[in-house]
């Protein structure tokens, strides 16, 4: 990294910068594997209820998870980035998730029942 520019952690930004990511609260109906890609990943269908609908992502989250663990487990998604093709796949929604020591990505999720498509802020 550069001397002359901040690290992104290191910027701040408003509320109103914040709010335009948007961020909601998905469940996952479906996973397939994506055979096409080069790093072992998913395809998931995920659920955001009936002003979302169901949409499509691309997660490489296989190291820690196995398909059947994954049916009915709550995400977050950003759902408003463009969708992207990954691998013959089109990703409509990014899953959010964090690296473990070893660089396993490990998915965010919310405890209770939160509805599907409720907004993080």
Same mark, same amino acid.
């Given at each position: 990294?550069?001397?002359?520019?901040?690290?992104?952690?290191?910027?701040?930004?408003?509320?109103?910068?914040?709010?335009?990511?948007?961020? &909601? #609260?998905?469940?996952?109906?479906?996973?397939? +594997?994506?055979?096409? %890609?080069?790093?072992? =990943?998913?395809? /998931?269908?995920?659920?955001?209820?009936?002003?979302?609908?169901?949409?499509?992502?691309?997660?490489?989250?296989?190291?820690?998870?196995?398909?059947?663990?994954?049916?009915?487990? &709550? #995400?977050?998604?950003?759902?408003?980035?463009? +969708?992207?093709?990954? %691998?013959?796949?089109? =990703?409509?929604? /990014?899953?959010?998730?964090?690296?473990?020591?070893?660089?396993?990505?490990?998915?965010?999720?919310?405890?209770?029942?939160?509805?599907?498509?409720?907004?993080?802020?």
């Amino acid at each position: 990294m550069s001397e002359d520019k901040p690290s992104l952690s290191a910027q701040n930004l408003d509320y109103e910068t914040f709010l335009a990511v948007d961020m &909601r #609260v998905g469940r996952i109906i479906a996973v397939e +594997p994506n055979a096409k %890609a080069r790093k072992p =990943s998913y395809c /998931l269908k995920v659920d955001f209820g009936p002003e979302i609908g169901v949409k499509a992502s691309s997660a490489q989250i296989v190291d820690l998870y196995d398909r059947g663990d994954l049916i009915g487990r &709550r #995400v977050i998604a950003v759902v408003n980035f463009p +969708p992207k093709r990954i %691998a013959g796949f089109l =990703s409509e929604v /990014l899953v959010m998730g964090a690296p473990d020591a070893k660089g396993r990505v490990a998915l965010l999720s919310v405890d209770g029942d939160v509805p599907l498509g409720a907004r993080i802020f």
